[in-house]
């Protein structure tokens, strides 16, 4: 605990904030409407082993010019030496020799690492060794990443339902408005409603309530932390409005979820279904269909758009504090609602929001409640970690000896993703083939969040071997991230890619 202070004040300085005292029925067919992006709820990995794969690993798209490079080496039999050889001269550039031998569980063969840092001139180089061979060709300069952020990004844009996307802005993307009819309730098809708009989340152009707030925080949260990485010109409709093009986007998912709550009660649905009518999908006319309002929805809804508002103030002051009602009014219908389970990770992170947002100290009194429960210890996952983040960065009062408890988890957290990293065969926070991808990024997410608070170099170097790792210096040497079902076609595994990018790209690169 005696690093706490000297962290706190690091988060006052760096998050300009807190861990300040207290003082406060049709015809219905599952055919997918055609035309558009698809973006999986789940996750789809492919982890076959193919019979052979190649000796060398590396990150198929490139290193940062100064970055730590490290190749991958494995086999029965492993050569001592390796080279790095410029693609266009076919020239050696740089000899190195393997180090440090690992063996993984249940597995006969060894895998070695081949550290080419040492190489940081810009250009395309393969690595080749004996007994091995050679790897693809890979880039390193400052900006490798540059289209792949801009790419993941901008799925959101592709997403969009509700409007006409143009190849001008979409490319191999654009498409024509899509599911513009109203919508019915499912509890009483007798009453439409417009729920048009927002970001589809697959193939069909289903919208889950809280899939979208939590997803709209995850960039915001990114946004918040590392605002340099995101430009106001990557060529969407709203590029060159003065306003960062993420925030733009997000918007359009916010014009959408303000949609979703019931205007004489402040309820929020829990989502839209989408069914394309029998044989008249050609025409993508749908059976769209309300689903009944949860207290989750509304908590959700209340985070997402407490947060966006807290975030928008400066650039649309009217709008965000619509936003910022429009949240409030959902957090008190769920409140009056639904009191015998109020408090779960879903309340605490909305509770943190509207409490930076407004200031309010009733809210505060739910975000100690929960911590003063000790329950959330055991909890670990993404809302409830914006929920820390939120609470840690706002600028009122906050009850110190939590603020210090959360700065102390979420750094043991990070020590511990970095130790597992340091010691797996992939330099990854998971050691089996099995690992799941969202796993590693929500682990990604918190070191994301601790690296900015104290800006450890280690930390961004176990970032980037997850990039690594996602772009090829894996199982497989598949790409994880822009297969047809890889990561970038996540509808919310997308967002935390976006995120570790993000700190990737933190200072414009
Ligand atoms: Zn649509």
């Not at 490319?171 to 009453?191: P, Y």
């Not at 936003?323 to 605490?348: P, Q």
């Amino acid at each position: 605990m005696k690093k706490v202070g000297i962290i706190i004040a690091l988060v006052s300085l760096l998050l300009t904030a807190g861990c300040q005292e207290e003082n406060p029925t049709e015809n219905i067919t599952n055919q997918p409407v055609p035309d558009y992006t698809s973006m999986e709820e789940e996750p789809v990995l492919a982890y076959e082993v193919p019979v052979s794969i190649p000796g060398i690993l590396v990150n198929q798209i490139g290193y940062i010019t100064g970055s730590t490079k490290v190749a991958i080496f494995h086999g029965e039999e492993l050569p001592d030496v390796f080279y790095v050889v410029k693609a266009e001269s076919g020239k050696t550039v740089y000899t190195g020799t393997l180090e440090e031998k690992k063996t993984a569980p249940n597995e006969t063969i060894s895998y070695c690492y081949g550290d080419f840092s040492e190489v940081t001139t810009a250009g395309t180089y393969y690595i080749e060794a004996p007994i091995l061979g050679r790897t693809y060709e890979f880039k390193i300069g400052e900006n490798v990443y540059g289209d792949l952020f801009a790419e993941a990004c901008k799925q959101y844009y592709y997403n969009r339902c509700g409007m006409t996307l143009t190849e001008n802005y979409a490319g191999e993307n654009a498409h024509n408005a899509c599911h513009t009819a109203k919508a019915v309730l499912q509890s009483d098809t007798s009453v439409s409603v417009d729920v048009t708009g927002g970001w589809h989340q697959d193939e069909k152009g289903q919208k889950n309530t809280l899939a979208a707030a939590e997803t709209m925080s995850m960039l915001l949260l990114a946004y918040e932390l590392y605002p340099d990485a995101f430009s106001d010109d990557t060529g969407i409709p709203e590029s060159g409005n003065g306003i960062p093009d993420i925030l733009d986007e997000i918007k359009y998912e916010a014009d959408w979820l303000l949609k979703m709550q019931e205007q004489e009660t402040g309820a929020v649905y829990e989502g839209v279904s989408v069914y394309a009518k029998n044989g008249d999908a050609a025409s993508k006319v749908a059976n769209i269909y309300v689903e009944p309002p949860t207290a989750d929805a509304g908590k959700a809804f209340a985070m997402a758009l407490a947060k966006f508002s807290y975030l928008y103030q400066n650039y649309d002051t009217a709008y965000a504090t619509n936003c910022l009602k429009a949240a409030d009014r959902a957090w008190k219908y769920v409140e009056l609602n639904n009191k015998d389970k109020i408090m779960d990770e879903w309340s605490f992170a909305a509770a943190t929001e509207l409490y930076r947002a407004s200031g309010k100290l009733s809210y505060h009194q739910y975000v100690t409640q929960y911590l003063q429960s000790e329950d959330y210890k055991n909890q670990w996952n993404e809302t409830i970690l914006l929920g820390y983040v939120t609470y840690i960065s706002t600028k009122h009062r906050v009850n110190k000896v939590h603020c210090e408890m959360i700065m102390d988890l979420i750094m043991t957290k990070a020590e511990n993703i970095s130790y597992t990293a340091r010691e797996a065969v992939y330099l990854t926070a998971g050691n089996k083939q099995q690992d799941n991808n969202n796993q590693l990024l929500l682990e990604m997410m918190c070191l994301s969040v601790v690296n900015r608070i104290i800006s450890n170099h280690e930390y961004e170097t176990v970032i980037e071997n997850h990039l690594h790792y996602f772009l090829g210096r894996n199982e497989t040497a598949h790409n994880h991230i822009e297969n047809s079902t890889g990561i970038m076609k996540q509808f919310e595994a997308d967002g935390k890619l976006v995120l570790m990018l993000s700190e990737i790209m933190k200072n414009g690169r």
